[in-house]
């Protein structure tokens, strides 16, 4: 998985939105759907790291 691949984002857009959308409804990381390992679940823990960080520094606070 690289997800600075055009085609590798496309393909993992809907598990990263669902790991975006996520951590902004408060849900934990624990709640991805997807099988341990697979390039949907990377896909979800990456944006929802993603989300982790950009509320941080919204925020004001460093992560």
Known sequence: MNLSSYKDRSRLSEA???GYSARLDRKPI???PYADGTDEAKAFQHA???ADQDEHRLRGRAV
């Open 48 to 50: 929802w790291g993603q």
């Open 16 to 18: 990263s939105n669902l």
């Open 30 to 32: 624990t709640s991805c």
